[in-house]
């Protein structure tokens, strides 16, 4: 899905960055067409959960890609394991968070849900050299 054959760490580092702020202003703009459509309330503030979650997640991957590129081939298992524990201890809390203050969560869901199909997206057709 992302191509970086041939380009420098540094040039890995400014596109994720590009990939990470393309996927900041994504969300707002999800957030902001899944506020008119489910209105105030619970819904709406449910949807920022679900994008603030597609985002944190988001930053999370990235990162932790941008970390593995300092790190021998041995140790990246072992940083995949972070990463994948990461976004899920993220997830999970976020999730019982919203659950705790009586929230629904089929709007977390589809907001993160969104944000994702933005994020394949995103690195499919923005990150590709050859486009």
Same mark, same amino acid.
């Given at each position: 899905?992302?191509d970086?054959?041939?380009?420098?760490?540094?040039?890995?580092?400014?596109?994720l960055? +590009?990939?990470?702020?393309?996927?900041?202003?994504?969300?707002?703009?999800?957030?902001?067409?899944?506020?008119?459509?489910?209105?105030?309330?619970?819904?709406?503030?449910?949807?920022?959960?679900?994008?603030?979650?597609?985002?944190l997640d988001?930053?999370?991957?990235?990162?932790?890609?941008?970390?593995?590129?300092?790190?021998?081939?041995?140790?990246? @298992? @072992?940083?995949?394991?972070?990463?994948?524990?990461? +976004?899920l201890?993220t997830?999970?809390?976020l999730?019982i968070g919203m659950l705790?203050?009586g929230?629904?969560?089929?709007?977390? $869901?589809?907001?993160?849900?969104?944000?994702?199909?933005? $994020?394949f997206i995103?690195?499919?057709? $923005?990150?590709?050299p050859?486009?």
């Open positions: 899905m992302l970086v054959s041939g380009r420098t760490n540094e040039e890995i580092k400014q596109l960055t +590009r990939v990470w702020l393309r996927q900041v202003a994504i969300g707002l703009l999800i957030f902001a067409l899944g506020s008119l459509i489910t209105g105030r309330g619970a819904g709406m503030i449910s949807l920022a959960g679900g994008v603030l979650w597609g985002v988001g930053g999370i991957l990235l990162a932790g890609t941008v970390q593995g590129l300092a790190i021998p081939i041995e140790e990246s @298992k @072992k940083q995949r394991w972070k990463i994948y524990f990461c +976004r201890i997830g999970c809390a999730i705790c203050l929230l629904r969560v089929a709007e977390t $869901f589809l907001g993160y849900i969104a944000l994702h199909i933005c $994020f995103n690195l499919q057709y $923005f990150t590709n050859k486009r």
